[in-house]
């Protein structure tokens, strides 16, 4: 007779679930499918490039990012400076 496993759970014996054991997959697989993954990322990246300013999309797309990106400075500088004058206003107030 073989012994499954278990637990007494309040009295009654309650039998484990039988895990199944994992299959290992060879590492000479796993290698030949990371190879494969990394060739098509390397292809798909080298792809996107060519695209980004070959093409009108793409280059539309890099104008799009650069107007983005300098008008996030220009805001950037614009709350500095108001906060200077700000600063510079509060200190230049006659203390009471």
């Given at each position: 007779m073989?012994?499954?496993?278990?637990?007494?759970?309040k009295g009654v014996w309650?039998?484990?679930?039988?895990?199944?054991?994992?299959?290992?997959i060879p590492i000479d697989t796993?290698?030949?499918?990371?190879t494969k993954a990394v060739i098509a990322a390397m292809d798909n990246a080298a792809?996107?490039?060519?695209?980004?300013v070959a093409t009108e999309e793409g280059k539309k797309h890099i104008e799009k990012t650069i107007k983005d990106a300098?008008?996030?400075?220009?805001?950037?500088?614009?709350d500095i400076l108001a906060r200077v004058k700000a600063e510079m206003e509060k200190a230049s107030r006659p203390k009471k």
């Open positions: 073989t012994e499954k496993k278990g637990h007494f759970d309650v039998e484990e679930p039988v895990v199944p054991e994992k299959k290992e796993r290698l030949e499918d990371a792809k996107v490039t060519h695209d980004l300098s008008e996030q400075v220009e805001k950037t500088y614009s």
